[in-house]
């Protein structure tokens, strides 16, 4: 595809701007827009690329939707300007191209849904204030509230959590709740429910997720990709996903079908098969339509009730899906404009490693975070619990600085954008935030990921084990941050137990387990290769 540049009408009234994370099907522009005096303006611009080191797919799948919206956009006579990434002007920044384009254009006014990243609006905003264009921000339907409700929500409570801001939304949305109008079953979570792991036989049989092969225009862009993006991490082999709100559907469908059943129960576990790839177990995979927007989280929510209501899935599986949709998603997010832009700075835990150089190869010997990261890699996603209490984890005990770690995240995954992906890596899993995310630091042993899978069996090193040859890297990592932080950690109630453990521990034995972790970072972080 080359660059789009139909005419467009003159004198312009309103330049539509649409980002590629606002590929919504019921885009306002499409109601509001009047083809005899607007236009709608799109950019691929090589800096959301570059920005972070992204992986392949992550870009091809951005460039791939936003084409197909752009075919969408043509297919309503509006008139549309959409730069590609062969247009090396501009130095492939989104402001500057749009300066430039507006100059051409002579827009009376720009019009936009609000932008899901900070920066994104400052820089477009600023824009708008240098070209005296007045900018019309149009909130963002997409979500089921609002930063204003999530402000009001958090004003006057002194300590934030998920759980009760879901409670509310569960109630405002009429979602899983009785005749009486209290939570369906008589209870908010089943979280309880959701936290088996598979037994030795594995998983068994999981239905995998509709594949979509690439059509001609994805096909031309994964070509694309590999031409310009070479050098970047990750791998275009298993492209498959979802790039047209069409496709979402029947992906919605096929997960509702085949695995919601069993994703309430499989939610936190993890299997590594060396006979198959089983990158998605039970999840949904649906992440990156949501976050694209080419899937409206009500419907994702309204079919999964569907689905209990009808008897064809339990209550346990229904409300721990719904819970990460209406619950977590809207909360990070509320989270993330409460907090922006100080949010991204914060690092409560002065951690200050760099990102050892294997997060971007999968070259270590710990087998957990070897399949983690070689999954990560071949195809753009992990579950959440592979990114919480594999990558996440080991990079919060080894001390890793919470910037290195939020870039590798929003490189790493096709579903990666700033406002849900930094207060899940910074705030959930490397407590930067200091609590705000998460009521305690994830932190385990390597006995966590030992009962949660069947990795420490294909492993070298032993989960029980803290000192010596054998000892866990994430086990003597987990006794010397407890050892590390134990002041501030005996301060948290819910941290009592694993600090009782502690101090069991002779005092002998704590000095050598932190000369072994000393060891372990000295070793793992000289061939940092943090692309920063
Ligand atoms: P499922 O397990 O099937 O869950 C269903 C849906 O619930 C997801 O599609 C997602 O929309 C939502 N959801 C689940 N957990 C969360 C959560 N903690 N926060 C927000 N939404 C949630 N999610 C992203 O969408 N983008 C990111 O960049 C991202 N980065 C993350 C980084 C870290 C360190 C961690 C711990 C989590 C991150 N998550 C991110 C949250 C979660 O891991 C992914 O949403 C999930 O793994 C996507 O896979 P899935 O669609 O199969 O999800
Ligand atoms: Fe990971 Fe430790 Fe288990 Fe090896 S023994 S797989 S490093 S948790």
Redesign the pocket.
Known sequence: MSTIRTPWPEPLETLWIVLGDQLDPDHPLFEQADPAHDAVWMAEVSEESTKVWSHKARIALFLSSMRHFAQQVSAQKIALCYTTLSETDNKGALDAQLKFDCQRMQPKRLAMVWPGEWDVLKSIQDTADALSCPLLLLPDEHFLSTPEDFRHYASGRKQLRMEFFYRQMRVRHHVLLDEAGGPEGGQWNFDHDNQGAFSKHGPGSVAPPMHFAPDALTADVLALVEDQFEHHPGSLAHFDWPVTPQQAQLALDDFIQHRLEC?GQY?DAMWIDPCQDLP?LY?????AA??LKLLNPRQVIQKAEAAYRSGRVSLASAEG?IR??LG??EY?RGIYWLYMPAYRHQNALCANAPLPSFYWSAKTDMACLQAAIRQSLDYG????IQ??MVT?LFALLLGVHPMAVHRW??AM?V???EW??LP??LG??QYGDGGIMASKPYIASGNYINRMSNACKQCRYDPAVRLGENACPFTTLYWAFLINHETSLMKNPRMGMQVRNLQRIEQSEKQAILQQAQKLRDTLTCTSADVV
Do not use: C, K, P, T
């Not at 999840?283 to 992440?287: I, N």
């Not at 996603?381 to 959440?384: G, L, S």
């Open positions: 994703f939610q998605y999840h949904s995979r649906l992440s949501l976050n899906f990460q949709i977590w998603r990070v996603y992990a579950h959440h990114r919480l996440g995240y929003l995954y579903d990666a954008v849900v992906e899940n890596s959930m899993s």
